[in-house]
């Protein structure tokens, strides 16, 4: 399964809801996942997904709230991962408008509605949980060890920016942006995945998140401060390299006893550690010499040496 899976699984078992958090939850799910149908000259619903936890929470919502006669229908996919997909259906019955009216999804007179309720807008909890309904209904979570990354795809504008609203009075900014025919809402920091998390109760799964994100920030430390030593340590063995061809240069053209004995010295020492940095090379001193010491002493060769590469073109 997907960590989105995980996440709605965890999600669709929580229990012990109010009752106007349950309407506030099946609100959400109804507007994203649900269409309406005319059979008889009669309303009629539809609820479709593709995952078999949601589809019971929306049954059982269904039942709790209104005690509706439902059915589920389980079909699979023609095409692409031909993965099971659920229809819950409600057909012609007594309080199917209420139902709609209640949820904030039409007005009296039948007309769409593409605002959240004010009920629920009003209501911390019911906040909670209409963006619960919103992430079963339309949400998916990358694994926190690919990417992070929250999105959710809304149909039309007027709602998706109700949507934004709703992310906003919990200090989340979401990201919206239009996609084709959709738009696209969604999250890349981690912390407020976090918070999402957080706010639909999905515990288990934040704390899933929580554990490779911070197994992942020590990796990238500690990959980072491998780089920084390989980097250090590629600096030293060229800069060491080119000392070594420029003390070769004047011993083969001009000799080692033509230098100073400190030169002189700092040369030999060079060559029996080619390795060592400047700071090795000081405490090798008797007495010791400080790095800058030991890199003005090289300074002078490669000065030397530059000179002697300079009247040889001559």
């Known amino acids: 399964m997907s960590f989105t899976d995980d996440v709605k699984n965890e999600v669709a078992r929580k229990e012990d809801l109010d009752s106007c958090c349950q309407l506030a939850e099946l609100a959400a799910l109804i507007k994203l996942d649900g269409s309406l149908e005319i059979v008889r000259h009669k309303l009629a619903l539809k609820l479709v997904s593709q995952n ?26 023609m095409y692409l991962d031909k993965k099971n997909y659920y229809i819950i259906k409600v057909p012609p019955q007594e309080g199917v408008k209420k139902l709609l009216v209640n949820c904030g999804l039409i007005e009296e007179g039948y007309q769409i509605n593409y605002k959240i309720k004010d009920e629920f807008m009003n209501n911390k909890c019911c906040q909670k949980a209409y963006l619960r309904g919103l992430f079963l209904a339309a949400g998916s979570i990358s694994h926190p060890e690919s990417e992070y990354h929250l999105e959710m795809s809304i149909s039309y ?145 490669k000065k030397m040496a530059d000179k002697i590469r300079k009247s040889s073109k001559k």
Do not use: M, W
């Open 157 to 301: 504008q007027e709602y998706a920016r109700e949507v934004v609203k709703l992310f906003n009075n919990f200090e989340i900014d979401i990201k919206f942006r239009n996609k084709q025919d959709n738009y696209l809402l969604y999250l890349k920091k981690s912390d407020d995945i976090v918070k999402v998390l957080n706010i639909i109760g999905a515990y288990s799964s934040l704390f899933q998140f929580e554990n490779t994100r911070v197994y992942k920030g020590i990796r990238n430390n500690v990959n980072r401060l491998v780089n920084c030593e390989t980097a250090n340590l590629n600096k030293t063995v060229s800069a060491a390299q080119r000392q070594l061809d420029d003390i070769e240069l004047i011993e083969n053209l001009k000799g080692l006893d033509k230098l100073s004995p400190s030169l002189k010295e700092i040369a030999h020492l060079r060559r029996e550690n080619p390795y060592a940095s400047l700071k090795e090379l000081g405490e090798l001193l008797t007495p010791p010499l400080s790095k800058s010491g030991i890199n003005n002493r090289l300074r002078r060769i």
């Open 52 to 77: 078999a936890s949601v589809a019971r929470r929306v049954y059982k919502l269904l039942k709790e709230q209104f005690n509706f006669f439902t059915e589920i229908v389980v079909r699979k996919k």
